[in-house]
T-cell receptor
Framework: DVKVTQSSRYLVKRTGEKVFLECVQD?????MFWYRQDPGLGLRLIYF???????EKGDIPEGYSVSREKKERFSLILESASTNQTSMYLC??????????????FGSGTQLSVL | QKEVEQNSGPLSVPEGAIASLNCTYS??????FFWYRQYSGKSPELIMF????GDKEDGRFTAQLNKASQYVSLLIRDSQPSDSATYLC???????????FGPGTRLSVLP
């Protein structure tokens, strides 16, 4: 069965802390994504990766970085957390894209609160 | 700016009725179209995808695509209370894995 696992369901951090969100998939997918979801704004893409050690900026990369050292693991890093980064963070993966794209499988999400 | 728009709702329908969810997109180069269902507090799950103009049916769900009008819809027949969720429209604009999501429509099916 398809599985994308995010390390924490809820996380509370202080302003200025460095925050790591971990995501692991067991489907041998090439592509992995980090989204944040806010009420009324839908899902917005932060970063994605289509191969190990490769990364591409999404629509809202500011204040975030990512790491993909192994195919199955994609980490999102908040270098210095701020209150406007309080959000639901969703990791997703997909197989190598065809011309028309492939479906996304999502993790269960991490609700991050920055105080 | 590539945009995907949906009515935020809530859309309320009685049990057994047809629920119609609509989505418009701005990029004419969009190639593929997806509907995700998201229950409150849960992550999105894919329920339908469509690539070509016309209708695609899967059980109680029908996706409809009209590229000329830049419009995609999801029909849910014989709606059930368990269909109550937020439905996200997602569009792949055709290169790489660049999905753009709409804000979602909240559907409430009343028993």
């Amino acid at each position: 069965d398809v599985k994308v696992t995010q390390s924490s369901r809820y996380l509370v951090k202080r302003t200025g802390e460095k925050v790591f969100l971990e995501c692991v998939q067991d489907m041998d997918h090439e592509n992995m994504f980090w989204y944040r979801q806010d009420p009324g704004l839908g899902l917005r893409l932060i970063y994605f990766s289509y191969d190990v050690k490769m990364k591409e900026k999404g629509d809202i990369p500011e204040g975030y970085s990512v790491s993909r050292e192994k195919k199955e693991r994609f980490s999102l890093i908040l270098e210095s957390a701020s209150t406007n980064q309080t959000s639901m963070y969703l990791c997703a993966s997909s197989a190598q894209d065809t011309l028309l794209g492939e479906k996304l499988f999502f993790g269960s999400g991490t609700q991050l609160s920055v105080l | 700016q590539k945009e995907v728009e949906q009515n935020s709702g809530p859309l309320s329908v009685p049990e057994g009725a047809i629920a119609s969810l609509n989505c418009t997109y701005s990029d004419r180069g969009s190639q593929s179209f997806f509907w995700y269902r998201q229950y409150s507090g849960k992550s999105p799950e894919l329920i339908m995808f469509i690539y070509s103009n016309g209708d695609k049916e899967d059980g109680r769900f029908t996706a409809q695509l009209n590229k000329a009008s830049q419009y995609v819809s999801l029909l849910i027949r014989d709606s059930q209370p368990s269909d109550s969720a937020t439905y996200l429209c997602a569009v792949n604009i055709g290169y790489g894995q660049n999905f753009v999501f709409g804000p979602g429509t909240r559907l409430s099916v009343l028993p």
